[in-house]
């Protein structure tokens, strides 16, 4: 792997927006190391092919940086077909292909372009590599015409092309909030994967996490006792923390809510200490829930691979609703969990929920969540929203004085959902001390950590951070303008994608999940008299460095 | 390149009815068998086109959402109902203002990125909005005012519309504002193509094509109308009779006019194979048409395949029952030997 060491200014020298002088169909693609991320091991690509028969192929040991990709022979024929059968089941495709005037509104808004000032960064150029092949083969223009079109024919450096780029775009759907036609690159993204797919083209990042997620129940694989171990070495976290041993029952039947958050949030900091955080919500309220091994996964990496792998992964939350026999299911923070479900899930999985399944009630409050009675899938910032409205958590938001924080909407829940005050109105209640980032790079318009899509893999770290300066920039802004030092975020990429990127813009800068910041300020009964954070951070230290 | 090559391309299409009327003698060859047949193919090109469109499904709902979704709990949080519209109506106003106001266009930045301070920096940039709108609607002005010419009673809004858009009463005959400013719109997109490196890059003859063709378009008719000032009553005479399908040229019509038509009808035959189908694409967006409401109500996918199941919970556990059992999680089936064990 190439070692990233460029320093953060000479990464700002290196970026040009002019374009090449060649034009981009005759301009050779980059494939050193460090522009892409490690193709699927053989061993989980034959697991999927197995467990999701017609979505993936061609198991082998490959690399990118390789000019033999070892394609199956017939490769084009693949890709022509499955290309023809998603412009017929996908309008949004069709569409897409069909209508983009080139006016180059979406141009600047990439954060992948406006960090690297690769022209193939651009959204419209993204989405041309894919709409090239299509007019050739699918337009009479293109047919005739040809490159006088903008037509070409689909040859492997294209196909090479399209795994070097549609690998560098997050699917945050920024650049179509800004498109007159409302063109997402995120769809064209999809169906560019999804065709990469079924040649054997794809990336470890992504492939391990379906696989593990089908098996596991989460992406990272863990068995389902090595779960209640770390679960129980959190309860003994909060227990150090809080003086009070608080519960976290799995696969437990009969009790009222299912919660589902992503297992990044049981694996690594920061993320645990946003799991520690809703557990001692729970606890806080008396709620009857339980948490699931099988189960144990809300983010869905299948997104990122192909429509029915979604569909496959997200069908265990209903599955094991009705096994446990819970009547609604609450969602951690989580991003592209969060796009699944308010998207994709009712539609594709909504005769999978079971006759014990009720619209949402919050049962501390009686408030009934009418905007997810469908799904019957409530979101953990709305619910503890609600419960602050109600005074039903007690708070002492001092606790969080030593914090200076600022948000970071994440991409999904942002574009795809519209969950935008919900978030602040929690964080509000819990921390004195609150600061927007420009107003251009935050609510609708926020900008990705760089990390989405399966991108989060340390061996394009470059490509990473240059797609974070944006956000780092951003970040960075209000860092010395307020003396910002927190950036809390609900998804749990963020959570582990924002640090690299903090460090390397904003250095100083720590990132938080919005429950890590509630259970700070939340007084549970019977709880000794808190000394630490949920960090384990001594409140006499932190608040002797804010001082300074 | 791609804009030289549009540039030739118009220009041999302005050519041809030059030659073809001025030596050639085909009037009515171009002043009714061409445009009839253009005419024929915009409205049959763009009824497939749009129907092509339509027939596929729409699987699943993803509208960008551009602000505050529907809340569970409207007193503590305010739907942003035109950006997140979750009902039909909020949608309707949705389109409404993309179709008519571009508002996704609206919101357009600029970027700047300022390496000595370490800023990257998002500015209003409105331009192409501003000249877009210029464009489109001097435009939609123009064709409707040349609905006089198919029409033998004039109704009173084409009247008002031409009254007003000659309001300034500027030179003889009047001058149409619409024609200014289509020229305008016209030539900033054109300009903002061959200025802005990064949309050169990404411009295809596709792109410069159309602006030359309109281009020309206008030209011609704002040559025919202030220069040449055709005589409008023999136009009108010739259009009435083809729509009577009486194919007579009257005599006495200026080429320019039929430049003019030759060009106008390449623009129809074009229309409906090329991006300027963004006029019927832009009702079609399922980013932009369809409600956020998901969550509250139940949408079909017409192939949805309901034998995808998840990696059920028995093969689950099979895979997992003996450690699960150590760690004391409860189980649907005990490994063998557990009870005896138990008892034991």
Known sequence: ?548 | MNALYSLVFVFALVLIPLIGVGAAKLNVFFGICIPSTALLVFVAGFVCKVYGWARRPVPFRIPTTGGQQEPYDPTLFKQNKWDNPSTGPQTFMRMLLEVLCFRSLFRNTSLKLDVKNNVVAYASAKWLWLFAIFFHYSFFIIVARHMRLFLASVPMPIEWLEFGDGIMQIGVPRMYMSDVLILVGLLFLLGRRLADAKIRYISLVNDFFPLFLLLGISLSGIYMRYFAKVDVMAIKELVVSALQFQFKVPAGIDNSFFVHLFLVSVLLAYFPFSKLMHLGGVFLSPTRNLPNDTRMKHHENPWNDKGIMPHSYEHYEDDFREPMYEAGLPLEKLPEGAEEEAKA
């Not at chain 1, 997402?184 to 079924?198: C, F, G, I, K, S």
């Not at chain 1, 976290?248 to 993320?271: M, Q, R, W, Y």
């Not at chain 1, 792998?309 to 209903?318: D, G, H, P, R």
């Not at chain 1, 240059?466 to 910002?484: I, S």
Request: glycine share 8%; proline share 5%.
């Open chain 1, 1 to 548: 792997m190439a070692k990233f060491s460029k320093k953060p200014i000479e990464l700002l020298q290196s970026i040009d927006y002019t374009p090449p002088r060649t034009d981009w169909m005759s301009t050779p693609n980059n494939f050193a190391d460090g522009r892409w991320a490690y193709p699927g091991k053989p061993e989980k690509i034959e697991y999927l092919m197995h467990e999701m028969p017609g979505n993936f192929a061609n198991p082998r040991e490959w690399s990118p940086g390789d000019v033999d990709w070892k394609l199956p022979s017939n490769w084009k024929e693949i890709v022509h077909e499955g290309f023809k059968e998603r412009l017929n089941k996908y309008r949004s495709l069709k569409v897409f292909m069909d209508v983009c005037v080139r006016c180059g509104a979406c141009a600047d808004k990439c954060h992948f372009f406006i960090g690297s000032g690769d022209p193939k960064n651009m959204p419209v150029l993204r989405a041309e590599l894919m709409r090239s092949v299509y007019r050739k083969d699918f337009t009479l223009a293109g047919k005739i015409l040809g490159k006088l079109t903008g037509a070409r024919v689909m040859e492997e450096d294209v196909l090479k092309e399209w795994f070097l780029y549609f690998y560098q775009c997050t699917e945050c759907r920024r650049c179509s909030l800004f498109c007159p036609y409302g063109i997402d690159t995120a769809e064209v993204t999809m169906m560019a994967r999804e065709l990469l797919h079924l040649c054997g083209i794809n990336i470890n990042w992504i492939m391990e996490p379906v696989a593990n997620c089908n098996r596991t129940g989460n992406h990272l694989g863990i068995q389902p006792h090595a779960f209640k171990d770390i679960v129980d070495f959190m309860l003994d976290d909060i227990e150090t923390i809080t003086g009070k041993r608080v519960k976290c029952p799995l696969n437990e039947k009969g009790h009222e809510v299912i919660f589902i958050t992503p297992s990044g949030d049981v694996f690594a900091d920061p993320g645990i200490y946003t799991f520690m955080g809703y557990l001692m919500l729970f606890d806080a309220i008396g709620l009857d829930f339980t948490m699931s091994t099988y189960a144990s996964e809300g983010g869905n990496f299948g997104l990122f691979t192909s429509a029915d792998m979604m569909k496959k992964l997200n069908a265990k939350m209903y599955a094991e609703a009705n096994r446990l026999g819970a009547k609604w299911i609450l969602g951690g923070e989580c991003g592209h969990m969060w796009r699944v479900i308010n998207q994709y899930m009712d539609t594709m999985n909504g005769y999978l929920q079971g006759p014990q399944m009720r619209t949402p009630v919050n049962p501390i409050t009686g408030t009934v969540f009418n905007n997810a009675k469908q799904t019957k899938m409530v979101h953990i910032a709305e619910f503890t929203a609600d419960l602050i409205k109600h005074g039903k958590l007690n708070l002492d938001k001092t606790r969080n004085d030593y914090i200076r924080a600022t948000f970071h909407d994440s991409c999904n829940p942002a574009r795809a959902m519209g969950m935008l005050d919900e978030p602040r109105y929690v964080l509000k209640n819990v921390c004195n001390h609150f600061y927007e980032m420009p107003e251009n790079t935050i609510r609708e318009q926020t900008f990705c950590c760089a990390g989405g899509s399966g991108l989060n893999t340390d061996e394009i770290m470059e490509i990473r951070l240059r797609g974070g300066l944006p956000r780092g920039n951003a970040l960075r802004y209000v860092q010395e303008k307020h003396g910002v030092n927190t950036m809390a975020c609900v998804c749990a990429i963020d959570r582990a994608t924002l640090i690299p990127l903090a460090d390397y813009w904003a250095p100083g800068v720590r990132i938080s999940g919005l429950h890590e910041m509630v259970a700070n300020a939340l007084i549970l009964d019977g709880e000794s008299e808190r000394t630490m954070n949920l960090r384990q951070e001594e409140f006499e230290e932190l608040f002797a460095q804010e001082e300074e």
